[in-house]
């Protein structure tokens, strides 16, 4: 062979293997994104419970070792069969090696969120760190285990998208659609927080950098469920015409639908009084804010 068609086929050779290289790390990307969206839909409720902060902090070891023991266990028998991934697995070490990843996931989305409202800051002791953190990642990690049994949908065929195109609502009736989807979701995730207790004491912890930072969360969350994630209707999403049908703006649309409704819920349950400061109002609605946005994106994918 002449040596310029050697250097000719390395060179594409080289490319087509940069090419599958890419490929594959983004398709890992997109696994490890539709993993921490199902985590966040099944886990967030449990994240504003109290009682798993104190049953979580005063466990010892022993329970915890337990504890991330049934969870592997119950995740690599949903691997076996679903998992998070748009390939199902065949062979249990790579079951096994899925179930420590979706762990991972869950442990790193539970301290995110664990940090970002203050339950777990430099001061907590690392045993207390360590308890919290196991037992609230349980049902993020089971989130991230069924976000593909439950949540993934198939691509539309041609044919599907354009019936589909064929049959949209008007923009008009979209956008009153996709308001109603976020405000019937986030009622259903954030409705049993509001009355609780645990909203005044996640409050009383954090300020206000803190509370940009629980917004900049919300907003990426919603963003990833909707349209990161691959999960059902997500094609659908991004065809579906409405007055802020653009991903960005959707989503910061969506985000004040969601503040709105967790301000109407936390009036109804007599946590907020028109007397109260201002500060407190918009500091109590961005706590619940995050887990009525989540709900929110679910109520978008689900219309």
Known sequence: MPRNCKIDYLMKKIFSEKKLVEKQWKNELNDVIRGASGGFLFGI??????????????????????????????????????????????????????????????????????ILIQEITSQTPLNEALGKLIYESTPFTLGVALANQFLSGQEENEAQKSDSLASDQNTFNATFSDIGGTLIGAIIIAFNIAPTDEIPMITAAVNGLWLVAIMAAS????????????????????????????????????????????????????????????????????????????????????I
């Open 45 to 114: 409720p449990l994240l504003y419970t109290m009682e798993v902060w104190w049953i979580g902090s005063s466990a010892h070891m022993f329970r915890l070792l337990v504890a991330l023991l049934l969870t592997f266990a119950i995740v690599f028998m949903l691997n076996r069969t679903a998992g998070f991934r748009q390939t199902s697995d065949i062979y249990a070490i790579d079951a096994a090696m899925d179930s420590v990843e979706a762990m991972a996931i869950g442990l790193v989305c539970t301290a995110s969120m664990l």
């Open 219 to 302: 907003l990426l969350v919603s963003y990833m469920i909707v349209f990161a994630a691959g999960f059902t209707n997500q094609q659908k999403r991004h065809q579906q015409e409405g007055i802020f049908q653009n991903p960005y703006s959707e989503t910061l649309i969506s985000y004040l639908v969601s503040l709105l409704a967790a301000c109407m819920m936390l009036v109804f349950f007599d946590k907020l009084r028109w007397q109260d400061p201002w500060h407190l109002w918009l500091s109590y609605s961005i706590i619940l804010g995050l887990p009525a946005t989540i709900g929110g994106a679910a109520g978008r994918l689900a």
